[in-house]
């Protein structure tokens, strides 16, 4: 658009039209499948304006699979118009719209060699896929189905592999989406095309100038733990906390706004506090010296009030050990992203040892990182991160609390094929008296 920089991020967005569409086939070869059903929606002014649906007679048999897939038999389609009938009113309807597909890397070229067979131009239609979109947007999200979307996103969608239902969940997706875009303040429509390093919706950045009324509104609304972080001039870190809406971390945010040349402060929300110390222990070793200790200090008079750390918490050898045999070898908790955990070593808590996997669909992928990991610890072999003693020691104590308190899945050793079964059991057990407490990502920063 040519006046997009006088434009609202709500006005640029509404002056937008898209066509949503979804193709169903005989198969996934475009020079000998054909088109089966086709859905469209049309969306302006950020409403469902348009809807059409066209069951479409492939002149072929279609394959058993399929018709199990989409329920669309042959009797459906029997009486059907073939595409030559149709092509001009689907061109019509998709106009000069942005065309939006949950995979439009199949959908718009399928849709292209069918022109190419008419002798038709193909389609010279900006395109979105909203699939590519969700992995720009919820970089750690490890399904992007449209099933999955539409599940987290609480979308109807009753009738997967019907064109229409799945072109109107696709619709509710891109909505959905459209109003982040909105909310993050977007200012040229490019950006829709590459979200990337702009709208992640687990972190946000701003710039010295915003008002920091606007960003204690923002925190306050985070229901997850998270990790601050102020940078200076060429990027230098000034100061980094995690956080779990704790009283007094925000007193002491607000202090340290007022007092450091900051031109940057980052939000990351981690999944629980666990989480947020790990990745804020590679920041950690960058703070100041006097800034270090006074972290650690805050840290355990917010976390861990009861304990009351000496001296040789900060600068001795460990005042507490892990030892294995005692606390476990490995700790799962959940991950930010619904029906996704971690686990870590407990000799390597670091982002590098951690796997993502999602449960219950990955049981196979966690044995095997049991059994991998498993294997270096008894020799020897697992490659330590050397944390800062002070910091280290508090993550113990952390970890030794949480454990008291049963809001970690502790794995005290890998378990056999004979015990694989009960360990499954226990960790159902646990999930089910621990359900993932974030509504990720639905609630984003």
């Known amino acids: 658009m040519n006046n997009e920089e006088n434009l609202s991020p709500l006005e640029l967005v509404k002056s937008l039209k898209f066509c949503i569409f979804d193709l169903e086939t005989t198969g996934g070869n475009h020079k000998t499948d054909k088109i089966i059903e086709i859905g469209l929606v049309k969306v302006e ?11 479409i007679q492939p002149e072929m048999k279609i394959p058993d699979f399929i018709q199990k897939l989409t329920t669309i038999t042959q009797s459906d389609v029997k009486l059907a118009p073939i595409i030559e009938d149709v092509i001009d009113e689907i061109l019509e309807f998709m106009d000069d719209s942005i065309l939006v597909a949950h995979n439009t890397s199949f959908d718009v070229p399928f849709l292209n060699s069918v022109l190419r067979r008419l002798e038709r131009p193909e389609l010279t239609n900006k395109s979105i896929c909203t699939n590519l979109m969700t992995k720009y947007l919820i970089p ?22 019907r064109a229409l ?8 997706l891109l909505l959905n989406y459209l109003n982040i875009f909105i909310d993050k303040g977007i200012q040229k429509v490019n950006h829709l095309y ?12 701003f710039k010295r100038e915003t008002p920091v009324d606007d960003i204690f ?3 306050k609304k985070i229901k997850s733990s998270f990790v601050i972080t102020l940078k200076g001039e060429n990027g230098v870190i000034l100061f980094a ?10 007193e002491e945010l607000q202090k340290k706004l007022a007092e450091l040349p900051w031109e940057l402060l980052t939000i990351r929300l981690t999944g629980p506090f666990i989480e947020a110390l790990i990745h804020f222990s590679g920041l950690f070793n960058k703070l100041d010296s006097s800034l270090k200790y006074e972290v650690i200090k805050f840290l355990y008079d917010k976390h861990l009030p009861s304990y009351k750390p000496t ?15 005692n606390f476990g070898d490995f700790i799962i908790c959940h991950h930010l992203v619904p029906e996704q955990l971690i686990i870590y070593p407990v000799q390597a808590l670091n982002p590098k040892s951690e796997l993502v996997f999602r449960y219950p669909g990955h049981q196979k992928k966690l044995l095997q990182y049991l059994n991998s990991k498993s294997s270096r610890i008894d020799a020897n072999k697992l490659k330590k991160v050397h944390h800062h003693i002070a910091l280290k020691n508090f993550v113990n104590h952390y970890l030794l609390k949480e454990k008291e308190d049963n809001n970690l899945f502790i794995v005290p050793k890998k378990p056999s094929a004979k015990t694989s079964d009960d360990f499954f059991k226990k960790l159902d057990h646990f999930l089910e008296g621990n359900p993932n407490p974030f509504s990720f990502p639905r609630d984003y920063i």
């Not at 750690?140 to 592999?161: E, G, Q, V």
């Not at 001296?311 to 045999?325: H, I, N, R, T």
């Open 241 to 250: 906390l995690p956080c779990q809406q704790k009283l007094g971390e925000m």
């Open 194 to 205: 590459y979200p990337r390093g702009r709208f992640e919706l687990d972190r946000i950045n």
């Open 217 to 219: 509104k923002k925190i």
């Open 45 to 55: 002014n950020l409403e469902i304006t348009k809807t059409k649906n066209f069951l």
């Open 165 to 172: 239902d799945d072109a109107l969940a696709t619709t509710h």
């Open 311 to 325: 001296q040789k918490d900060f600068d001795e050898e460990m005042a507490v050990q892990l030892e294995s045999d």
């Open 140 to 161: 750690n999200l490890m399904n992007t189905n449209l099933n999955y979307m539409s599940r987290i996103f609480d979308i109807s969608h009753n009738k997967a592999h």
